[in-house]
């Protein structure tokens, strides 16, 4: 059976971070193993506090669950500070870890931090061991420093986040005015995929971009070509949007 690695925050409401990989991973077939790098108290109105583990503590968890275990593919979310950044940078290393998708999780959709500023800082020395880096827009800004507001940004930034390490890059557009398109680049082509505009509120979209990096991982664990795998992605995601809808 294919394994996946998650490496994020914990959210008691279950519908994102650890929990929500988890359920997903579950959802594509795949054997989920954890790491969890900090708690986090939050509901229907967003983040309220953040508690990170200590990046020893997130170390032994790591260590723990890879000693005579190699996953298919890891899973990284929520990582709190910059020590928890050089803890992961250590076990990366150390274990050879590989096909890891790398969610650039800096604030909750409320705006609540879920990234302190040294991390922000740290965060790009993961991506030259990145399969695929999934930021949205905002994220996108922080990490160029360009204002990502259109496609054509969106492929500025995952060129310069290609230029940073990172093997392939997806580019979120679900904060795009109009239709929402997702802007992929390996490093030799840009693909847009576009998608449907749902109606959903915020609830409905809590943790969808957890959901969107663990089926991603799966589909890589299971074998599939990266595209191939974000596409399928982005289907699943679509799917279980409506499903909250309803």
């Known amino acids: ?36 790098t900090a708690l ?13 583990v200590k990046s020893a503590l997130l170390e032994k968890q790591l260590d723990c669950v890879l000693k005579g275990t ?11 500070n910059a ?5 992961l ?5 150390s274990h050879k870890l590989e096909n890891i998708v790398l969610d650039t999780v800096f604030a909750s959709s409320s705006g609540h931090p879920l990234l302190d500023k040294k991390g922000i800082s740290a965060f790009p020395r993961l991506f030259p061991f990145a399969l695929v880096v999934t930021p949205n827009l905002s994220e996108a800004s922080i990490i160029t420093g360009m204002k990502v507001r259109d496609i054509n940004g969106m ?24 239709a929402p398109v997702d802007v992929f680049f390996d490093g030799r082509h840009f693909y847009h995929l576009s998608g449907k505009r749902l109606k959903a509120t915020d609830e409905a979209l809590h943790g969808t971009g957890c959901m969107l990096s663990s089926a991603i991982a799966a589909g890589v664990a299971s074998g599939k070509a990266v595209l191939t795998a974000v596409a399928e992605a982005k289907v699943y995601v679509e799917g279980m949007i409506r499903l909250r809808k309803g």
Do not use: W
């Not at 020590?83 to 803890?87: L, M, Q, S, W």
């Open 1 to 36: 059976m294919k394994t996946v690695l998650t490496i994020a925050g914990s959210d008691p409401t279950c519908r994102a971070g650890v929990q929500q990989d988890i359920r997903t991973l579950c959802g594509f077939g795949v054997l989920p193993l954890c790491a969890v």
């Open 40 to 52: 986090t108290v939050q509901g229907r109105r967003g983040v309220s506090a953040v508690e990170p």
């Open 70 to 80: 190699r996953p298919h593919a890891v899973k990284v979310g929520m990582l709190a």
């Open 83 to 87: 020590g928890n950044i050089a803890a």
């Open 89 to 93: 940078l250590k076990t990366i290393k």
């Open 155 to 178: 492929e500025k930034a995952a060129y310069f986040m290609r230029a940073l390490g990172a093997e392939n890059v997806l580019v979120k557009g679900g904060h795009l005015a109009g």
